[in-house]
């Protein structure tokens, strides 16, 4: 069973159009992070949410922590084809010092 | 800003050789991992280690062992590499959040 489940795992949009991936979980997280990896490097942390109902916001990504801390979500507005990559969410149980990934979402952005 | 190396960007070897995949963080980092991953499996833990001489098994430590003599450098061992084991390998330290490095794509033939 997955800890955290990511939706959805694909997507290809055209530049211009708006997304949302989002990531969830039965699970209470103490915090929940975002990555994106581009093909043929590692991962890049972009965002850490810490406090439940809490937004953060980089540029044209918005990253909101869910009240219950839960579940995440990632929205792109106007997509740009440099934002093509595998987007992750990780996350921290209780005092575990060990980090779960989900399994990412594969996004194309095409000009 | 930290820097995590992988000592290979692409690695082809044989089955049964035996294979060493390097990584070295200039931080000064207690904690660093070994993840593979893998189309439709994501990311899975192999074996992480808070210190030197310190190692622990991921999810996946099968078929692998990992070496820390030194704070800097986490070694990541294929006993004898099989095919089953061709993926991404991916190092990483973590302090509260993950610093990868470039990832080392391993095919075994």
């Known amino acids: 069973t997955q800890l955290l489940e990511q939706s959805p795992q694909f997507l290809s949009i055209q530049e211009g159009e708006n997304l949302t991936v989002y990531c969830n979980s039965s699970s209470v997280f103490s915090s929940l992070q975002w990555y994106r990896q581009e093909p043929g490097e590692g991962p890049v942390l972009l965002v850490t949410?810490?406090?439940?109902?809490e937004v953060k916001k980089l540029k044209r990504l918005t990253f909101q922590f869910g009240d219950a801390r839960k579940d995440s979500s990632l929205h792109i507005t106007a997509a740009q084809p440099g934002d093509t990559g595998l987007y992750l969410c990780?996350?921290?149980?209780?005092?575990?010092?060990?980090?779960?990934f989900g399994k990412g979402m594969k996004l194309t952005v095409n000009p | 800003d930290v820097k995590v190396t992988q000592s290979s960007r692409y690695l082809v070897k044989r089955t049964g050789e035996k294979v060493f995949l390097e990584c070295v963080q200039d931080m000064d980092h207690e904690n660093m991992f070994w993840y593979r991953q893998d189309p439709g499996l994501g990311l899975r833990l192999i074996y992480f280690s808070y210190d030197v001489k310190m190692k622990e098994k991921g999810d996946i430590p099968e078929g692998y062992s990992v070496s820390r003599e030194k704070k800097e450098r986490f070694s990541l061992i294929l006993e004898s590499a099989s095919t089953n084991q061709t993926s991404m390998y991916l190092c990483a330290i973590m302090d509260r959040k993950a610093f990868f490095g470039q990832g080392t794509r391993l095919t075994v033939v």
């Open positions: 949410v810490v406090t439940g109902g």
């Open positions: 990780a996350g921290y149980q209780g005092g575990s010092e060990k980090l779960v």
